[in-house]
């Protein structure tokens, strides 16, 4: 099956050596990516604002200094897409939400996003989002796999974009399964730090006890290298302390109920290549199950968005944020806080099972993405961001009755990120391409 609207937009390492050797300049790779997004994003949908002559003018900056012998590291050159609940200078950040259409556009930039700009990132333009980021509401991007599918949401635009070949690197956000799940649909990957370990100004909330920026890339190793910039590598993911990790093959009670056959096969065949590799696998179950997560982590979400958003008008909102505005509000304080408590216990006990340099594995979704109607299941990746640690999505493959991509979690205890970027930047990742 051809798939006209799929194009690898580079990676990291083979687009930085092509500039280092004078093969391509920075100005001439984004006006590569210009001109894709005029040909293929009328069908996909997933830029709002492409900073043409802003991203040229930056590229004539940075080739400038490239010649005089100044690089400011891997991400020198390399272009960005920004979801459109991030500050942009200059650019307006409305969250897909008419009650955000009159906001004037940013003064300054998001940290991340300045952050990127001093690794010598060059700023593309702004991604489509579900409104406020929630992922019950509907952007309208579409999955460049299959049009009549959904990219997955919150950070819509951001996995479609890459995807696509529109833009080789973008930033996504994460408050339930919103870098990863988009990520797996699209058939690319991703990579969300610790929650709440990047900090900053810039980003509108949905949930402050989660919401955390990812990064997305055409490979895990990429996003990792766009993770490290945004945060200018306080995680210090560029340090690459040598890392073997055991990985866990996690058996929950949850994902055998959900997960369908191809999902569980493609998942299968990337352990085993993981294996085959050299990696100790090992099956586990855990002391926590997901159910009970997700539905702590339902409670929580729901009474911080209605705490964050209660003055939001309600005739400038959709019905979806509406409703679960006033549901997270009629929740009480109480009840909040047990939430977070019990999350904490959660935490804890999965954890207390599991050694310290322990990754588990899982699928991304039960199946690969549904139609457009929906941003499909994310209840394999709520726990994963309850649970704190990085969580990497890696591509397991297309779905052999489907054709759809397939993606799986690689995820982490908090604080791992270090030790997850080494993995992904070590020879044994790069011979996997991961």
């Known amino acids: ?49 492409v900073l043409a002559d802003s991203a040229l003018a930056e590229a004539r900056v940075l080739d400038a200094e490239r010649k005089a012998g100044k690089l400011r590291g891997p991400l020198h050159g390399i272009p960005v ?160 302390p040598a890392t073997t990790p055991r990985i866990v093959l996690l058996q929950d009670p949850l994902i055998e109920k959900l997960q369908k056959p191809s999902t569980a096969a493609r998942v299968a065949a990337l352990a085993q290549q993981l294996g085959a590799a050299g990696l100790t696998l090992h099956r586990a179950s855990a002391a926590a199950g997901f159910e009970e997560m997700i539905a702590r982590h339902r409670r929580v979400m729901l009474a911080e968005l209605g705490r964050t958003h209660a003055g939001l008008p309600r005739d400038r909102i959709s019905p979806f944020i509406a409703e679960a505005i006033a549901e997270g509000l009629a929740i009480p304080d109480a009840e909040y806080q047990a939430a977070l408590r019990d999350l904490a216990g959660h935490r804890a006990s999965f954890w207390a099972g599991f050694a310290p340099d322990d990754f588990i594995l899982i699928p991304a979704a039960p199946d690969v993405a549904p139609d457009a109607s929906s941003t499909g299941d994310p209840s394999f990746v709520i726990p994963t961001t309850v649970l704190g640690g990085p969580v990497v999505t890696l591509r397991a493959g297309l779905a052999a009755d489907s054709g759809m991509p397939v993606g799986a979690l690689l995820f982490a205890r908090p604080g791992a990120d270090a030790a997850m970027a080494s993995f992904l930047f070590s020879a044994t990742a790069s011979a996997l391409d991961l």
């Open 1 to 49: 099956m051809t798939q006209p609207l799929i194009q690898n937009p580079g990676r990291i390492r083979d687009l930085s050596t092509a500039m280092a050797q004078g093969a391509i300049t920075a100005e001439a790779l984004v006006q590569r990516y210009l001109e894709r997004i005029a040909a293929v994003d009328g069908q996909v949908k997933a830029w709002i604002h």
């Open 81 to 240: 897409g920004i979801k459109d609940v991030i500050d942009v200078r200059g650019l307006p950040t409305r969250a897909n939400s008419p009650s955000r259409a009159d906001i004037a556009p940013a003064t300054a930039d998001a940290t991340v996003v300045a952050h990127l700009r001093a690794a010598g990132a060059i700023i593309l333009g702004k991604l489509h989002t579900t409104e406020y980021a929630f992922f019950q509401s509907l952007p309208p991007t579409r999955n460049p796999w299959d049009l009549a599918r959904t990219p997955g949401g919150s950070s819509a635009g951001s996995g479609a974009a890459i995807a696509a070949g529109m833009v080789p690197l973008a930033l996504g956000t994460q408050t339930a399964g919103s870098v990863n799940r988009p990520a797996a649909y699209t058939g690319v990957c991703a990579f969300k730090p610790s929650t709440l370990a990047i900090g900053g100004v810039g980003v509108v909330p949905l949930a402050p006890s989660f919401d955390t920026v990812g990064a997305f890339g055409a490979s895990a190793q990429d996003a990792a290298f766009l993770a490290a910039g945004y945060a200018a590598d306080h995680l210090r993911l560029a340090s690459r």
